[in-house]
């Protein structure tokens, strides 16, 4: 089964940081796409960061561009956000996920920010405090 496992949620002040990391287990040799949505409380799924591991691209939505930074650690199928200026703004559940590429291009999704992904993490909790 293929399960993106996150961890590193918790409170902050507004202004603060926080790193999230995100870790897909599987026992193939699948390199996943991976990305980073949010759902605050009666708001729709936000898709906020995408990382290709094949071409290192990344996309960030404009709420969080030039304050968030998706990166992808040795371990192609791990994955980190570094959220730093935080606001309330900010708060929701953070969901890790992840697909496996195109076969024949090993392309990822052209729109990963709104795109439907395989596999989704059970989320970890952001919130932050004005």
């Known amino acids: 089964q293929v399960l993106p496992i996150e961890s590193g949620g918790g409170s902050v002040q507004a202004g603060g940081s926080l790193n999230l990391s995100c870790k897909v287990s599987?026992?193939?040799?699948?390199?996943?796409?991976m990305a980073w949505f949010r759902q605050a409380p009666g708001k729709a799924r936000e898709g906020i960061a995408a990382?290709?591991?094949?071409?290192?691209?990344?996309v960030y939505a404009d709420s969080v561009k030039g304050r968030f930074t998706i990166s992808q650690e040795n371990d192609e199928n791990a994955i980190n956000l570094q959220m730093n200026n935080l606001t309330p703004e900010d708060t929701a559940m953070y969901y890790c996920?992840?697909?496996?590429?195109?076969?024949?291009?090993?392309?990822?999704?052209?729109?990963?920010?709104?795109?439907?992904?395989?596999?989704w993490g059970q989320g970890t909790q952001v919130t932050v405090s004005s």
């Open positions: 990382i290709d591991p094949t071409y290192g691209r990344t």
């Open positions: 599987d026992y193939t040799y699948t390199t996943y796409c």
């Open positions: 996920a992840a697909h496996t590429p195109y076969i024949d291009s090993q392309d990822c999704y052209p729109d990963p920010l709104v795109a439907d992904f395989d596999y």
